[in-house]
């Protein structure tokens, strides 16, 4: 049987490393799966920060869009992060709904796997309303899809300048 797990919270909230640790506590050799497309110097530098802080323990799969391409069943997953997931569909043709149905597709393959999902994801849409087009409709997109991933979730955890607060359990 799947379990979900839902992190959410503002950037630089913990989540990341909630996320890992909650996984470690889990199982001995998590999966870490990482949705990020690597833009630029700076990001490629943050990505080995984080590949260097969690260690050998864990398996890494680099994956950014087709996550039910890899089984994981039977293990315990950190994917990180459901936004950058998201932002690697939607700049294909900014349409909302397309990619939204899209990805609740790719979603429900993935974790129909018997496995221990954590997805970590971001709370774009708790500040003010942007005065740019695209980023409101991503903004809502990013919104829909943490409330459907939340909606299937077992739990769900919000991180609070790095104290987690349990939403749902």
Request: proline share 2%.
């Amino acid at each position: 049987m799947s379990k979900i797990i839902l992190i959410t919270g503002g950037q630089r909230s913990g989540k990341s490393r909630y996320a890992e640790e909650l996984a470690l506590s889990l199982a001995d050799g998590p999966v870490y799966v990482a949705t990020a497309h690597v833009w630029d110097e700076e990001f490629r530098e943050r990505v080995r920060r984080h590949q260097e802080r969690r260690g050998p323990q864990w398996t890494n799969i680099e994956e950014e869009k087709y996550l039910s391409r890899h089984d994981l069943t039977g293990r315990v997953a950190v994917i990180d992060c459901v936004t950058l997931w998201l932002t690697n569909f939607f700049f294909e043709n900014q349409d909302v709904d397309n990619t939204l149905e899209a990805v609740k597709r790719e979603f429900d393959q993935f974790t129909a796997h018997d496995g221990t999902y954590i997805f970590v994801t971001n709370e774009i849409g708790s500040g003010g309303v942007s005065v740019d087009a695209v980023q409101r409709r991503f903004t809502d997109l990013q919104g829909w899809m943490n409330q459907y991933i939340a909606s299937r979730a077992d739990e769900v955890i919000l991180m609070v300048s790095g104290i987690p607060v349990t939403v749902k359990s």
